[in-house]
């Protein structure tokens, strides 16, 4: 065997053993997604498949998009303070490439303030920036929706629920501009609801797949601008 034909033997196997590697690291670095928040987010009275984040993971799959399945930190009834507490139990390790976060609602439903939530939600928005490896931009809160709308709400003040959604929203609106983190306004679309009860799960309260689908579609523009850079 010559010189110049073993060099070139050589020179294919060590090009093939890369291409290997480098299709066994395109298998497994799939984007990382966090998904922090309450029943909005674990898909109350949904089947799993139908739930926001699994939604919006499938929406990214379906365009060539390399995403794990998402990392879910969320159950129904959660406030601030809750899901703060859970995140800290849970503890989720390494740097997520997108972080969702919709909180707030039980906050509301229960009697607490806007100004007490402005600071929980800051502290949260906090620990979700530094989950997206201290990126701001790849974090995206979604806005509060309005369950008044719903069924549930039949004897209540609706016109008072809106408006105290409304306030919650204007500081999750706030705190995430002021911190450079992506928002979503979801809750034109949990209002019509209240004229289409498709977007509603059975329970009457929360909603379907169908107003997922729709809140997933939504966010998709922004976290393809983030995957597309």
């Not at 719903?150 to 705190?175: C, K, L, S, W, Y």
């Amino acid at each position: 065997m010559n010189l110049s034909f073993f060099l070139s033997l050589l020179f294919l196997f060590s090009f093939s053993q890369s291409l290997c590697s480098q299709t066994k690291m395109d298998s497994t670095n799939h984007i990382r997604y966090l998904a922090l928040g309450d029943s909005y987010t674990i898909g109350e009275a949904v089947d799993a498949s139908e739930r926001f984040p699994v939604q919006l993971v499938a929406s990214l799959r379906k365009r060539g998009i390399n995403i794990a399945e998402p990392i879910i930190i969320a159950r129904t009834g959660w406030t601030t303070n809750e899901l703060n507490a859970a995140i800290d139990k849970e503890n989720p390790q390494g740097t997520y490439d997108i972080v969702t976060l919709l909180i707030g609602v039980n906050n509301q439903y229960r009697g607490r303030s806007a100004e007490e939530y402005r600071g929980q939600f800051k502290s949260l928005l906090k620990q979700a920036i530094a989950f997206a490896g201290n990126k701001p931009s790849h974090v995206v809160v979604l806005s509060i929706p309005d369950w008044g709308a719903t069924p549930f709400a039949e004897g209540r003040d609706r016109t008072q629920v809106a408006n105290e959604i409304d306030a919650f929203n204007a500081v999750n609106f706030e705190e995430s501009v002021r911190a450079g983190a992506q928002y979503v306004d979801i809750t034109p679309i949990s209002r019509e609801a209240a004229r289409d009860g498709s977007l509603l799960a059975s329970d009457g309260l929360h909603p379907s797949g169908k107003m997922y689908a729709e809140w997933a579609q939504l966010t998709l523009p922004k976290i393809l601008t983030l995957v597309n850079k």
